[in-house]
C-alpha cells in the first residue's frame, strides 16, 4: 500500500503536476537552459539533487522547529536562506570531491538558489501533509518533481533543437516561438489527466 | 592559487549577515504578533460559514471531533444534524467538502469549501450551486456514485460536471466519507 | 552612471525596460496568476510593496552589506518583506491569499526584485532606488494585468468578473494558454522594439540578476566548458 502510494506520488509529479508545465515553476531554466541537450540534461540533474537535499532539510525543520513554536512565519526566510547555503554547500563539496562532476553540473547550482521550482517543492510538499503522505512521500515527490522537470526539458531540448532548422517569420524569432512550443509541449501533458488514478487505484 | 584570508574577512560578513537576519526575525515576530489572530480568525470564519451554509435548520454548532465532526443545533438547543468536514483527492491537489447530514440521515446540503487546485472552468465548477445540489435528499445508506461510473445500477447517482469527472469523483468520494463518519459516530454520540 | 532626472528613473520601468516583456525577468509568477485580471492586480500590488521596501531598505544599507554576503543578505531582506506581505494580505485580504496561493511567497524568488536589488539598489541612493522600484512595479503589473485581461477575456469571457463575450475558449486560462498568450505578447513587444532599433533579448538568462555569480556558461548558446571560476 505504501509503494502504491509512493508510486502514484512520483508520477503524479512528472506527468498530471509536472512543475514546469502545469504548475509554472521553474520557467526561467526551462526557457533559458534547454537549448542544448547536454546543459539541459546537466541542469536537470542538479535541479533534482538540491529538490531532495532541500525538502530532506526544510521538512522536518518546518514540522519538528517551526510548527511547534508558533513561527511558521519564518518558512519563507528560513527555506530560501538554507536553499542558498545548501546549493553553496553543494558547489563547495563538488568542487574539492568530485571536480569532474563540478565540471558538468556545478556550474548551473548558482542558478538553482532563484529557480522557484526549488523552493516551491518545499513548500508545496508540506501542504500535502496528511494521513496519507509522510516524510518519504515528501522526498518521493521531490524527486518525482526534479524527474518531471528533467523529462520536460529533455522534450524541449528536442522540440528547440527542431526550431533551429525552421524557418521562423522574424517577429516570432528567439522566446516567442519558444514560448509557443512550449505552449504546445503543455498541451500534450494535458492528456495525462486521470492518468495516473487509473494506473494505481488507491481505493 | 590560495589567497590569504584574513579572519576579519570572515567575520564581519558573517556578522552582518547575522545581525540582518535578527532584524528580519525581529520585525517579522512583530507583525506576527500583530496579524495572527486576525489570520486564525478569517479561518475559522470561513468554515463557520460553510457549517452553516450546509445545515441552514443550524443556530449554533457543538465540536464532537475537531476539524471533522459538528453537531448543529437549532435555537432551542434541540439537535438538528451534524456538519462533517471531509477531503479527497482532486485532480491538481485535495478537494475540502463540508456536508451537512440532518437527523433522519439524509443529506441537506453540500459545500465544497476548498478546490482551488481544480482546473478553473473545468473543475472548480464542482463549487456550482446546480451541481451541488444533486446531494440534497441523498441519503447515508447507500453510497453515491458519478452516473458515469454507475455499472452496478446504483440507487443514488450524481451527473458530473462536464469534462471534470475526475474532480466531480472527488467531491463525491468526499461526501461518502462524510456519510460514513455519519453512521459511523455521530449515530453513537445520539 | 550619468545623472538621470527622476522623472526617468520612475518610467524607464513601465515601457523601455519593462521587466516582464523587455527584460524577461518574473515569467513564473506571469504565467501562473494572469488566469484572471483581478488575480494580476493581486499579484502585480504584492509584488510591488516588495520591490519598494526592499529597494530602499537595501539602497539605504548598501554601505554597510560586505559584498561577499551580498546575495544572502538581500535574499534575507526580501525574504522578510515578502513574508510581511504575506502576513497582511492573510489577514486583511484572505480572498487573494487564496487565489495567489503558493505564488505570494514565491515573490521572494522573483528575479525582478532580486534583480533591482543587485542592478540598481545596491548601487545607487535611495529616492532614485524607490523610484525605480515604483517604476518596475507599475511596469510588471502592467504586464500582468494586459496579460490578465487578455486571458479572462477568452478563457471566461469575463474580464474583472464582468461578463463581456458568451463564448469561452478555455485553453486561455490553462498552462498552454498562458504561454501561448505569453509569447504572443513578446512577440508584440520585439515588433515594437525593433522599430525602436534596439536589440531583443532571446533568452531570459540574460536579465537574471545572478548571471554574473553563475558563470554564464549555463546560459550560453553553444554549453562549452565552465569557465575556471575566481574566488
Known sequence: MLIKSLIAVFLAAILTENYVLSKFLGICPFLGVSKKLNTAVGMSVAVTFVMVLATAVTFPIYMYILVPSGMEYLQTVLFILIIAGLVQLVEIVLKKYIPALYKSLGIYLPLITTNCAVLGVTMLVLQKVGPDYTYIHALVNAFGAGIGFLVAMVMFAGVRGRLENADIPKSLKGLPITLVAASLTSLSFLGFAGFVEKLIPLS | ?190 | MAKRGYLKELTKGVVKENPVLCLVLGTCPTLAVTTSASNAIGMGIAATAVLICSNAVISALRKFIPDKVRIPAYITIIAGFVTVVQMLVKAFAPAINDSLGIFLPLIVVNCIILGRAEMFAGKNPVIPSILDGIGMGIGFTAALLLMGIIRELFGSGTVFGVQLLPVQILIFILPPGGFFVFGMLIMLANKLNTRAGKAVKTTPCAGCPLAESCSKRACSEDGKEAAENAD
Do not use: H, W
Not at chain 2, 540582518?20 to 475559522?44: F, G, M, R, W, Y
Not at chain 2, 440507487?155 to 463518519?181: G, H, L, M, P, W
Open chain 2, 1 to 190: 592559487m590560495r589567497k590569504k584570508i584574513s579572519p576579519k574577512a570572515i567575520i564581519i560578513p558573517t556578522i552582518s549577515l547575522f545581525l540582518i537576519c535578527l532584524v528580519v526575525t525581529a520585525v517579522l515576530a512583530l507583525t506576527n504578533s500583530i496579524t495572527a489572530d486576525k489570520i486564525a480568525e478569517n479561518e475559522a470564519q470561513s468554515k463557520q460559514e460553510s457549517m452553516f451554509s450546509v445545515l441552514p435548520a443550524a443556530a449554533s454548532f457543538e465540536e464532537i471531533e475537531p476539524d471533522v465532526l459538528y453537531q448543529g443545533f437549532d435555537k432551542d438547543k434541540k439537535p438538528v444534524g451534524y456538519a462533517i468536514s471531509t477531503s479527497a483527492q482532486g485532480y491538481g491537489g485535495s478537494v475540502k467538502v463540508m456536508t451537512g447530514i440532518d437527523s433522519a440521515g439524509v443529506i441537506v446540503g453540500v459545500d465544497v469549501f476548498y478546490n482551488d487546485d481544480e482546473t478553473p472552468g473545468l473543475g472548480k465548477n464542482t463549487s456550482n450551486e446546480s451541481f451541488r445540489a444533486q446531494y440534497k435528499g441523498m441519503n447515508t445508506k447507500e453510497d453515491i456514485v458519478v452516473s458515469k461510473d454507475n455499472t452496478t445500477g446504483a440507487a443514488q447517482e450524481i451527473d458530473a460536471v462536464t469534462s471534470a469527472t475526475i474532480s466531480s469523483r472527488a467531491v463525491t468520494k468526499a461526501v461518502n466519507e462524510a456519510c460514513r463518519i455519519y453512521n459511523e459516530k455521530a449515530k453513537e454520540a445520539k
